[in-house]
């Protein structure tokens, strides 16, 4: 494929990227495919070639949820920190344990979230506006679901949103704009580590941000105007996408 292909391909991915990670989460499996098969990356340096572009792109989409009123400025403050460190232990344990297991492992976990969201919509499209976890718990919670955005980080987001609709009882629009705030901690700290490493391709990270920041946008105010019940199918599908492509995976590196 022609060097200059990638000037209009990477574009064009970071927009379906980030305009299906702001709606529900599993972008990456987009971009990460494009980066390491068409721009030849090695899967680390594409891994943090991505997370650059995740920067741009949560700062849109937090910029646009945050003004429409959809967000929890306290609720994303109390959880960004054990967020941030399980994403820092989950990035160690990265480095140290193969990761094939835990891959097969959350697939399953994700086709199985979708099923119970399929029998049970209410336990997303009902906002009951209050918290269901003692302080303690939630912060195991969020530790964990960082431990994973850190080991894995595909599907984080959507793992974000589950886990803040059915917790705390709001909207999945609430949802979505404390998920993206949360994402975009992540996505700084991770990308200080990545750069201090040297291990980001800028101009293909400058690429896929550029497309990814108006997938964002568009994403956003899509969800906006289409509402709860929108976000519910979106998150349900790529749930299932994603699982599936979870186990695919797994069994791919067996072979």
Not at 54 to 67: I, M, N
Not at 104 to 124: E, H, R, S, V, Y
Not at 125 to 131: D, G
Not at 168 to 175: D, E, N, V
Request: glycine content about 10%; proline content about 4%.
């Amino acid at each position: 494929m022609p060097d200059w292909s990638i000037y209009l391909i990477l574009p064009i991915v970071g927009f379906a990227a980030g305009f299906i990670n702001t709606i529900a989460g599993g972008g990456s499996f987009l971009t990460l495919p494009v980066l390491i098969y068409l721009c030849n990356l090695p899967p680390q340096i594409a891994n943090a070639t991505n997370r650059f572009s995740v920067v741009f792109y949560t700062t849109t989409s937090t910029t646009v949820y945050h003004a429409h009123g959809y967000g929890n400025i306290e609720l994303t403050k109390r959880l960004m920190l054990p967020s941030i460190l399980g994403a820092l232990s989950g990035s160690y344990s990265a480095v140290i344990f193969p990761s094939r297991a835990f891959t097969f492992i959350f697939g399953i976990a994700m086709i199985g979230m979708a099923l119970l969201l399929l029998l049970k919509p209410k336990m997303l499209l009902e906002a009951r506006h209050k918290t269901q976890l003692k302080p303690w718990m939630e912060i195991i919670l969020f530790f964990f679901i960082g431990f994973y955005g850190g080991f894995l980080q595909a599907g984080v987001g959507l793992l974000l949103l589950i886990g803040l609709a059915m917790t705390h009882g709001q909207s999945l629009l609430h949802s979505n704009g404390v998920k993206v705030a949360l994402a975009l901690g992540y996505a700084i700290v991770s990308v200080a580590i990545f750069a201090y490493h040297d291990q980001i391709i800028y101009m293909q990270g400058f690429l896929l941000a550029i497309g990814a920041m108006a997938g964002a946008l568009i994403g956003a105010k899509t969800a906006i105007k289409k509402g709860t019940k929108f976000i519910y199918y979106i998150v349900v599908a790529v749930a299932v996408i994603t699982g599936s492509n979870m186990i695919y995976r797994s069994f791919s590196e067996m072979i």
